[in-house]
């Protein structure tokens, strides 16, 4: 398979050399001094476009990519409260292609499976409150992290008496500082605490606190190596699929 990579720091490097192993050919490599190159014929010859960039870009370059006909796998998060409905539109019908994720770890698509028949129970359960953590590297823009949202809104659509989420702290553990984060905080909200602390690759924490006890789940992890692996299975599978896929369609549990 014909793989353009979209954005080349650490993890654009580490789906390169996944993807190198599984034997699939980068063709092309486009990060913020090359733009142009999004009109080479190099990039209209992928089948796939594996996207890593940020929330400023990410939709601008679907289009690029699009106008190609370049399918396009991409985790860059922070565009859909703008550019949902768009991106709804441009792929009906597989008119174009985009596999889109928060987070493509393997472990992380178990944990939210887990993370939804969990909410599922604890829905009959008005004890228990629920709240969640996440934690990641200092050079992280983003709080919450796109996967805690993901999980959050996954545990909303199953507890009836959680109907948004909020995000709560901001704590950097270098410096000490913290941003309390949004006010007004209501029982009916889920709330979101964020740690920025060192090069932490990602950990995700739910929990369901009462007076008798605490239930927790849990997933950390080690390194990007996960979420680039992910990325090019997904690509494997985009290459042979149209329309708007996510893991859902890759994972079926």
Known sequence: MKIALIGYGKMGHMIEEIARQRGHKIVSIIDVNNQDDFDSPEFASADVAIEFTNPTAA?????????HGVKVVSGSTGWMKDHKDDVVNLTKDGANTLFWASNFSIG??????VNRYLAKIMNQFDEYNVCMQETHHVHKLDAPSGTAITLAEDIIDNIDRKKD????????????HQDEGDGNITDEDLVINCVRDGEVPGIHTVIYDS?????????????RKGFALG??????????????????DLFKF
């Open 231 to 248: 990325a090019v299975l997904a690509a494997e599978f985009t290459a042979k699929h149209t329309g708007l896929l996510t893991t859902s």
């Open 59 to 67: 939709y601008g370059n679907y289009l690029k990519a699009f106008s």
């Open 165 to 176: 989420w909020k995000r709560g702290v901001t704590y950097w553990t270098e410096d000490g």
């Open 211 to 223: 007076e008798a006890d605490m239930i927790s789940i849990e997933h950390s992890a080690h390194s």
């Open 108 to 113: 992380v698509a178990i944990f939210s499976a």
